[in-house]
């Protein structure tokens, strides 16, 4: 009877940190900011699925997530909080598999801790309001994950091979970093059932004709795929350096919205989980190796690539798509952790971490400050001025917010030819992008709005040079969100 009782309790603490966790998420969400990469989210989203396959060939990151917005447009508009809510939601159901299948598969213990982690852990929260794929991609690469670990274990279901299957195409159509995990956990599986095929001959049948129908459903991408990698290998933003780039991926789950990297905690966290592995049976410790196994391949994967290739492709946000697998793994070793007082501790500093980046999320999503340009430029904005900018970063995200109330034309200026206009068309009809300021000027007379940022050469002085102008006004505006600084010129020509 106690241990029944017992069953029951822990099965209503699961339920209640699930629930807690899932309001703690959404407590920053509800918000209208935007910072570039959002910007270009929400813009990709109001075109159609064939022109958002057509642009989305020349960015960096495959189509999926976009279809999903724009599907919620479809029955919201282009409302940012319902987007907003769709990756707090995706997350809410990460945590909710450690309920509905970590419990089931490696016990109450093991599914408790990773519902805390999923939801607790600083980056749950961070990612949770942010208007990209992330929290997407970490929900697919669980769930493929866990069937996949289910075929491994031969306990196979009606529909494992379809959740597998369709788990995995999709991760790989959100993020380029789902296809890899997709490949490694695919490439294992594969291995698996090949060295064990006499006693698993109708799995291995089974799973042979779900890659095939992976690899059909991949094969419209394919083109796409191999487009960008060739336009990854001649040059990309991302940088490489040591040791900042090993913090980073260290830290990523525990910082959030933090102003600092807690390199110290986290090392000392993984020495820990280091400590549990060494204090396990050989023979108990294959689920939790077997999911850091994986993440430390999508970390040296893109190493090597970035090592020996022309261009860097490792970025710690990029990992964020394994998340599931290795907060399993953590949780696989914590539930092992004997000391109830070690885990307890352990827990505690995961949540004051998390609500001290939650505390810092929710001054800077909801800081006043954060609409004063938008306020200022709806209240002087007229129906034929234009806005010309050459720092993209901070000219797409006005030209997205102000596109929600007015048609004014912007100009992307691209004088360092970035040869982003066929990915920028994702913010047509509002953006147009042009190499010279000839194109853009040479015929038009009226007031001109222009965006400058710290990044880019005075805009007013070069045209200043070219034409001659009148400089109505000037004013610098600070928004919280995300540390942008927008400063605004208006000139008539």
Same mark, same amino acid.
């Given at each position: ?75 919201? /508009? ?19 598999? /450690? ?395």
């Amino acid at each position: 009877m106690f241990e029944k009782l017992k069953k029951i309790d822990l099965k209503y603490y699961h339920i209640a940190i699930i629930i807690v966790g899932i309001v703690f998420i959404s407590l920053s969400i509800f918000h209208s900011n935007m910072w570039f990469d959002e910007s270009y989210s929400v813009a990709i989203s109001r075109h159609s699925f064939s022109e958002i396959w057509n642009i989305t060939a020349h960015d960096v990151h495959p189509a999926f997530y976009y279809f999903c917005l724009h599907i919620l447009s479809f029955f919201f /508009g282009s409302n940012l909080i319902v987007y907003r809510i769709f990756s707090a939601t995706t997350i809410a159901l990460l945590g909710i598999l /450690g309920y509905t299948h970590i419990r089931k598969d490696f016990g109450a213990k093991v599914g408790i801790l990773f519902s805390f982690l999923a939801l607790f852990l600083p980056v749950a929260s961070q990612y949770a309001g942010e208007i990209r794929m992330y929290s997407l991609g970490m929900l697919l690469g669980t769930i493929m994950a866990i069937y996949a670990y289910r075929i491994f274990q031969g306990k196979i279901g009606k529909l494992t091979f379809f959740f597998f299957g369709i788990s995995s195409l999709l991760v790989s159509y959100t993020h380029y970093y789902g296809l890899m995990l997709a490949g490694i956990v695919n490439l294992l599986l594969f291995v698996y059932l090949c060295i064990h095929r006499k006693d698993r001959k109708k799995d291995l049948i089974a799973f042979v004709i779900t890659a095939v129908l992976q690899v059909l459903g991949y094969l419209p991408w394919l083109i796409c795929f191999i487009t960008q990698l060739k336009g990854v290998s001649g040059g990309f933003w991302i940088t490489l350096s040591f040791p900042g780039t090993i913090y980073d991926i260290l830290t990523m789950q525990y910082r959030g919205n933090l102003s600092f990297a807690p390199i110290l905690l986290s090392t000392a966290f993984y020495a820990y989980i280091i400590f549990l592995i060494s204090s396990t049976k050989k023979e108990e410790r294959k689920p939790g190796v077997l999911g850091i196994a994986i993440y430390i391949l999508m970390i040296l994967i893109p190493l090597v690539f970035s090592l020996c290739m022309a261009s860097v492709i490792l970025l710690n946000r990029y990992l964020l798509i394994a998340t599931g697998v290795l907060i399993f793994a953590i949780a696989f070793f914590m539930a092992k952790d004997t000391k109830a007082w070690r885990v307890i501790t352990i827990c505690t500093i995961i949540v004051v971490m998390a609500i001290f980046s939650n505390i810092s999320m929710i001054k800077e999503n909801y800081a006043a400050a954060n609409n004063d340009w938008l306020d200022y430029m709806k209240n002087e904005i007229e129906e034929d001025d234009i806005i010309v900018y050459c720092n993209a970063i901070n000219g797409a995200v006005i030209t997205t917010n102000l596109s929600n109330y007015f048609d004014n034309q912007s100009y992307f200026y691209d004088k360092e030819h970035w040869n982003v206009d066929e990915a920028y068309k994702s913010y047509s009809p509002y953006m147009k992008i042009e190499d010279s300021l000839e194109k853009i000027l040479d015929d038009y007379h009226g007031r001109i709005w222009l965006i400058e940022s710290e990044n880019t050469h005075s805009l007013q002085d070069e045209i200043d040079e070219k034409y001659n102008i009148t400089k109505i006004d000037s004013k610098e505006f600070k928004a919280p969100y995300k540390n942008y600084t927008y400063t605004i010129e208006l000139i008539e020509k």
